[in-house]
């Protein structure tokens, strides 16, 4: 059998239930009570789809995925769990595994730059209104116009303090600019770096392609984001990942209907992906989804109830584990009764009944048929992992990170001239030359007005200086072409 078309096995019930490798770019959802068994349910979706291939990305929110590199069986439950569903040639193995995190403690250092996050979403990060969110996009556009690189964070604040003090003279060509605003966006990137999110911002950028890779067996790589501290900064968390699809979906070419996605992204804690995002947000979201599908990318969202996601993105997961909710409260009853509805009904299956019996591992599960409509919800368990469950030491993620292919390449930080170091350098050459005008004995009136307007002009001059330089590129990232500006070459 050709082992990159070998259906899923993800579940048995009276017999295995499976995710079809040609359905499974149709998105999938696991939901479930803290404890149930999600994060178990994910790991064995990953170690299936990288048997068949397929490299997949998932965030470790709580630390406990680092085992997927090593054997498992050292758990007593889940060797009684392979017994019981009669797996006979089941056997623990290792996993081909990148580990990358945005702090570069315990994995690859993960980058962007300002310039690929874009205005929307670091307007989000940085919990701007209306108001804020529209200057902080004039900024970016005046940046555009003059060819200033933003990659960092530094020259955001460059291009933040020259937007500020040149206002009066913008303000003709772009329209209102609000000292206030432009003072709560230094405030909030100060918050933001105080969280530790310089080091996000930067180069060498993560190259996506660097995701979708195989081993030499034909394994597909599982790559790994330390996520417990980035979870500390919610909605850094959640961004950053939607900045990973909409760039995947932006990169990646049309792969018409593949015979199995090209990667599959779990998005964990999925809820703070919509925990106040505005509507224009939402609806760009929903729209990623729905056309990523087309880029062979399967998005698999992880939360605690199929209510934590707008109807239109729910709409679009044809492949759902469900694990046990609690139905403590009136509220918490109609929380069941509302996930069972999001099933296709099963002869004989109370299915709002059941989600609040089922056991630690087992779940109600529906999947994509042929034709790519939804089986008939089943109770099953879910199958036993083949990696290691108990976390990794210190020692033994070093030795993984030191062996990755990749290594050496993201640790070495670059940082090439861009808006800071530009404004700066014109910033300081004007005031040089206004110092040797004021040097000279007794200077003519026509002397202090040059000097005068050498001073004004400083910083305005050393923007449009730079935009006539050949080779100053721009590139406009997140949900950019979604929203009808595309990127600059």
């Known amino acids: ?146 060819g200033l690189l933003l990659l960092d964070l530094k020259d955001l604040r460059a291009i933040l303090q020259f937007v500020g003090e040149q206002a009066p003279q913008l303000q003709k060509a772009y329209g209102n600019i609000s000292a206030a605003s432009i003072g709560a966006i230094q405030r909030g990137l100060l918050t933001l770096e105080q969280q530790g999110a310089s080091a996000f911002f930067g180069e060498p950028a993560l190259n996506l392609h660097d995701l979708i890779q195989s081993d030499g067996t034909g394994r597909g790589f599982i790559n790994v984001l330390a ?49 106040g995002a505005s509507k224009v947000l939402v609806d760009k979201i929903e729209q990623v989804v729905r056309l990523i599908r087309s880029k062979g990318v399967g998005v698999y969202f992880i939360t605690q109830t199929p209510l934590d996601l707008p109807e239109t993105v729910l709409g679009q997961l044809g492949n759902r584990v469900q694990h046990a909710l609690r139905a403590f409260t009136p509220r918490d009853q109609k929380t069941v009764k509302a996930a069972a509805e999001t099933f296709r009904a099963s002869a004989g299956l109370n299915v709002a009944a059941v989600i609040t019996e089922l056991e630690v591992g087992e779940a109600l599960v529906s999947v994509l048929d042929i034709k790519g409509a939804p089986t008939k919800v089943e109770r099953a368990y879910i199958c036993p992992p083949h990696s290691r469950l108990t976390p990794l030491t210190s020692d033994e993620r070093s030795r993984v990170i030191r062996e990755s292919i990749l290594y050496g390449h ?69 949900l950019g072409s979604l929203f009808g500006g595309g990127k600059k070459r």
Not at 3 to 24: C, D, F, G, N, Q
Not at 33 to 59: D, N, Y
Not at 261 to 272: G, R
């Open 410 to 478: 993201y640790e070495k930080t670059v940082d090439r001239e861009s808006a800071y170091e530009i404004l700066k350098e014109r910033t300081a050459k004007q005031e040089k030359e206004a110092a040797v005008i004021l040097s000279q004995k007794q200077p003519s009136a026509d002397g202090q007005a040059q000097v005068g307007n050498l001073i004004a002009a400083a910083a305005k001059s050393a923007a449009h200086a730079i935009g006539s330089q050949v080779g100053r590129q721009i590139i406009r990232g997140v």
């Open 227 to 275: 996520a417990d501290r980035l979870l500390q900064s919610p909605k850094l968390y959640a961004t950053f990942l939607l900045w990973m699809l909409a760039e995947l979906f932006e990169q990646l070419p049309e792969a018409g209907d593949p015979e199995k996605p090209k990667l599959v992204f779990f998005f964990d804690e999925a809820h703070l992906l919509f925990d």
């Open 1 to 146: 059998m050709n082992t990159e078309t070998t259906p899923l096995v993800i579940a048995k019930s009276k017999a295995e239930i499976v995710i079809l490798p040609k359905m499974a770019n149709r998105h999938g959802l696991i939901a479930g009570a803290t404890g149930t068994g999600k994060t178990v349910t994910l790991r064995t979706l990953a170690e299936q789809f990288s048997l068949i291939g397929v490299p997949v990305f998932m965030a470790d929110v709580k630390g406990d995925l680092s085992g997927l590199p090593f054997p498992g069986g050292e758990n007593a439950r889940v060797r009684e769990r392979v017994r019981e569903l009669g797996f006979e040639h089941f056997r623990f193995q290792g996993f081909p595994v990148i580990f990358w995190d945005v702090f570069g403690e315990q994995g690859h250092p993960v980058r962007a730059t300002v310039s690929e996050m874009g205005p929307l979403l670091l307007s989000r990060i940085l919990a701007l209104n209306e108001i804020q969110s529209a200057v902080l996009t004039l900024v970016f556009k005046v940046a555009d116009d003059n």
